[in-house]
């Protein structure tokens, strides 16, 4: 089964380079944080490198 990816919102700080970088999959929620609204919107390569390699706090995670 395809892994799923998830933000843990309370340890991000709204930086913007998730949601920049691949809008398909990444979204600020009303919280401010950012939210995975659609993991398989991007292949798990580009997220593995442009979200979760990228994200400063790294707050981004893959759940099996
Ligand atoms: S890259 Fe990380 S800290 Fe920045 S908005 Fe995305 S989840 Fe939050």
């Not at 919102?9 to 398909?24: A, L, N, R």
């Not at 398989?40 to 400063?56: L, N, R, V």
């Amino acid at each position: 089964m395809r892994k799923t990816v998830v933000v843990d919102q309370d340890e991000c700080i709204s930086c913007g380079v998730c949601v920049d970088s691949i809008p398909e999959v990444f979204r600020f929620a009303d919280s401010g944080k950012a939210e995975a609204y659609d993991p398989a919107g991007a292949s798990e390569d580009k997220i593995q490198q442009e979200a979760i390699d990228a994200c400063p706090v790294s707050c981004i995670h893959w759940r099996e």
